[in-house]
């Protein structure tokens, strides 16, 4: 089957992303696709390439981009969520005059409606929520 | 039939009442993350009726130390188990 999940919770407040990315790596071993992640919210913090855990503890964003490269999961970040929250690619930093990006490849920017886009092209939508 | 999903404890939120009044005759019920606090058997009360279709996440239930304690109404499923669930339901439902 293919399956989107969708993470609203931060990462090391909640436990939704910790939650998600098992549920992700079980369904894929179970033999689905798990074709996007979308993150909404809080949970657009898990695309936060500035994230520096200890190193002894896990690494979502780095989980999660291991995710896009080994089974091509598309890591969408909802665009509205993530200028509020200070997430910010490399062309949105220049529109709006910051001295950086946090946001990089694989993760992309992408608007809300690709959400409903997400929710009739695939056959399952599993929320993760704080 | 429908999965629904809650992650709140019955002690610390009551949307598990809204996720009754919600429920289906043949909907599943999965307990995880803080929700498992509500397999216990001195909180299972809060989930009258819903024997056979009422889950709770093993390894939630073994990271509080709650895998023994967990009630004997409640099934105990691991990850694969879940996402097992999620192919028989229709579609899922979050309760947060």
């Known amino acids: ?11 090391y407040s909640h436990q939704a992303a910790h939650s998600a990315l098992r549920f992700a790596h079980a369904a894929i071993a179970r033999g689905h696709r798990v074709e996007t992640v979308f993150f909404y919210h809080d949970g657009v913090y898990n695309a936060s390439h500035l994230s520096a855990p200890p190193q002894d503890e896990p690494h979502l964003v780095d989980a ?11 890591l969408q970040v909802c665009v509205a969520a993530a200028l509020r929250r200070g997430l910010l690619d490399a062309r949105e930093a220049e529109r709006h005059g910051k001295s950086g990006a946090s946001l990089e490849p694989p993760f992309e920017l992408t608007g809300l409606g690709q959400l409903l886009d997400i929710s009739q092209t695939h056959e399952r939508l599993i929320t993760f929520a704080p | 039939m429908l999965l629904h999903l809650l992650n709140r404890a019955p002690s610390s939120s009551p949307v598990h009442q809204d996720v009754l009044r919600a429920m289906g005759e043949e909907d599943g019920l999965m307990l995880i993350e803080d929700g498992v606090f509500g397999a216990v058997s001195a909180q299972v009360k809060h989930f009258p009726g819903l ?13 509080r130390g709650l895998a023994g304690r967990c009630d004997a109404r409640v099934i105990i499923v691991d990850m694969d188990g879940f996402v097992a669930l999620t192919e ?3 579609r899922t439902v979050s309760w947060f």
């Not at chain 1, 089957?1 to 990462?11: C, D, E, I, K, N």
């Not at chain 1, 999660?64 to 598309?74: C, F, K, N, V």
């Open chain 1, 64 to 74: 999660w981009s291991e995710l896009r490269r080994t089974h091509g999961t598309a």
């Open chain 1, 1 to 11: 089957m293919r399956y989107a999940l969708l993470v609203l919770g931060g990462p």
């Open chain 2, 51 to 63: 024997e056979g279709r009422l889950f709770a996440l093993r390894e939630d239930l073994e990271a």
């Open chain 2, 88 to 90: 028989d339901a229709q």
